[in-house]
């Protein structure tokens, strides 16, 4: 972490939020003490929302042959039963 005097931060303060923004971070000091710190905005709401679907997609390609409704059904309660469970499940109800 680099470390300013408030002096340099003041002139420089745009090109401080500029390599912040691109994650960097900075402390800055007066007389030598540090006062402040300059850092990178945690992700946003947006970044997890597209990182989440991300995920989600992956998974997708894990789950081929279990409907949405089993899905549901079986999280209902805060169970979440095997995916070799409702793989079977549904293949003998079909063979019914």
Known sequence: ???????????????????????ESFVITRHGRPMAR???????SREKALAAAERLKALR????????????????????RPLAELRAERESSTQE
């Not at 300013?4 to 994650?23: H, T, W």
């Not at 300059?38 to 946003?44: C, F, G, I």
């Open 1 to 23: 972490m680099e470390v300013i005097r408030e002096s340099e931060a003041k002139v420089r303060f745009s090109e401080l939020l500029a390599r912040a923004a691109c994650g």
């Open 38 to 44: 300059l850092a990178p905005e945690a992700t946003s």
């Open 61 to 80: 390609g894990s789950i081929k042959g279990v409907t949405l409704e089993e899905l549901c059904k079986d999280i209902r309660g805060g169970e979440l």
